[in-house]
């Protein structure tokens, strides 16, 4: 078909590489001085966990694959299962990434496709309702 023009990747529209990676540096953050979310990072280091989710995010809007070449299928409730992530981990975690996606400016329909993502995902991950 001459003449189709097929739409930018989110990935793309967003900025890509650059713009995924100052989402999780500023989310990361805010959960560097989290009393709740990070014990979570069993790493004293958080560089491998913003590595991980920086190739996560990029490659579920449209990036490169390179998360699942690395790590396999996401399995996102699976690989959060042995952390205790209540409505208050939940909340936490969404107030950070607020901040986080506040801070990129994007146009007003890209920040809500991806915030209505980051809320749905983090309800989602929601595994039990003890303090």
């Given at each position: 078909?001459?003449?189709?023009?097929?739409?930018?990747?989110?990935?793309?529209?967003?900025?890509?590489?650059?713009?995924?990676?100052?989402?999780?540096d500023?989310?990361?953050?805010?959960?560097?001085?989290?009393?709740?979310?990070?014990?979570?990072?069993?790493?004293?280091?958080?560089?491998?966990?913003?590595?991980?989710?920086?190739?996560?995010?990029?490659?579920?809007?449209?990036?490169?694959g390179?998360?699942?070449?690395?790590?396999?299928?996401?399995?996102?409730?699976?690989?959060h299962?042995?952390?205790?992530?209540?409505?208050?981990?939940?909340?936490?975690?969404?107030?950070?990434?607020?901040?986080?996606?506040?801070?990129?400016?994007?146009?007003?329909?890209?920040?809500?496709?991806?915030?209505?993502?980051?809320?749905?995902?983090?309800?989602?991950?929601?595994?039990?309702?003890?303090?």
């Amino acid at each position: 078909m001459t003449g189709v023009t097929q739409e930018p990747s989110f990935f793309d529209a967003v900025g890509g590489h650059d713009t995924f990676v100052r989402l999780v540096d500023a989310f990361y953050d805010g959960v560097a001085d989290d009393p709740v979310l990070r014990p979570m990072y069993p790493e004293e280091d958080l560089g491998p966990a913003k590595e991980r989710f920086t190739l996560f995010l990029e490659q579920y809007w449209g990036g490169p694959g390179t998360y699942s070449a690395q790590r396999g299928h996401p399995r996102l409730r699976m690989r959060h299962a042995p952390f205790k992530v209540n409505p208050d981990a939940r909340d936490r975690w969404l107030a950070h990434m607020r901040t986080a996606v506040d801070s990129l400016g994007l146009a007003p329909i890209h920040e809500s496709q991806l915030w209505d993502y980051l809320e749905r995902a983090a309800f989602s991950m929601i595994n039990t309702f003890e303090d």
